[in-house]
């Protein structure tokens, strides 16, 4: 069975001017165009659609979805991953959702009776879903590169440090699409991916091997940023260590 644009645009909430520009950029292209210049779409599409949707609503920006879609080898196991990825975002939510619910709770009761806020007694209980640390390497190992890092985000806006947060969590998403697909740690395309992030590192300041050694290993032996890594996909922390350790071995300069 085949859709008509405006069919697949009602179903799915999605512009018919939005899957024309999918077509033209070679994201979603139609099962079949009819002899009246009008596209149509067949359950293949419905499913590479809705992968699209769900990559956009974790962040990510349509040239890493295409990336992502075109090296993925089986469409179920592609999902099998954004679920994975769905709900360790559904959690960490649920987390957030739940720290400032209390907040409001301890706010008007403390406004309607003149209660002392609990949380306060403990203020880190106030960021628990929202602490950066859970998704970030742990520094403190590296005092002059942690202060480098300091530095350099302290200067970032609010918009710029979104923005980093979504792009580290679109590199967590990539290297677990190449786990997946079975790509060795030492394969051209993960080594590619490792000397991406590295760059960024250094853009910073200048990593030494061992550094960068000691900040894979962290992937494992950090119990947050573990957490962060497995919530991907299980085996995703060990996967981003071996690929740091062979970069650092072969590719550092």
């Known amino acids: 069975m085949a859709w008509p644009t405006a069919e697949v645009a009602r179903m799915s ?7 024309r520009h999918y077509d033209e950029i070679g994201l979603l ?7 009246n210049g009008h596209r149509y779409y067949e359950e293949r599409q419905l499913l590479r659609l809705q992968q699209i949707l769900v990559l956009r609503a974790l962040g990510l920006g349509l040239i890493e979805i295409g990336r992502i879609l075109a090296e993925q080898v089986d469409e179920l196991q592609a999902l099998r991953g954004h679920h994975r990825r769905l709900l360790a975002e559904r959690d960490r939510l649920d987390a957030l959702a739940g720290t400032v619910a209390r907040t409001i709770t301890e706010l008007e009761r403390s406004r309607t009776d003149g209660t ?4 306060i007694n ?19 190992e590296f005092p002059e590169l942690a202060a480098e890092v300091e530095r350099y985000t302290s200067t970032m806006t609010e918009a ?5 947060h979504r792009a580290r969590t679109a590199q967590m998403i990539r290297l677990a699409e190449l786990m997946a697909a079975g790509e060795p740690v030492d394969s051209d395309t993960v080594q590619a991916h490792i000397d991406a992030q590295y760059r960024t590192l250094a853009g910073i300041r200048e990593v030494s091997p061992e550094e960068h050694r000691a900040i894979g290993r962290a992937c494992v032996e950090n119990e947050q940023w573990r957490a962060a890594y497995e919530a991907i996909a ?15 071995t072969t590719r550092h300069n």
């Open 13 to 19: 909430g999605v512009t018919a001017r939005t899957l």
């Open 122 to 140: 403990r203020p880190e209980n106030l960021f628990e879903g929202v602490r950066p640390d859970q998704y970030g390497p742990n520094l403190r």
């Open 29 to 35: 292209p139609p099962a079949r165009i009819g002899t």
């Open 234 to 248: 299980p085996g995703l922390a060990a996967y981003q260590r071996d690929a740091i350790e062979v970069y650092a």
């Open 116 to 119: 002392p806020m609990t949380g």
């Open 160 to 164: 710029e440090v979104e923005a980093g």
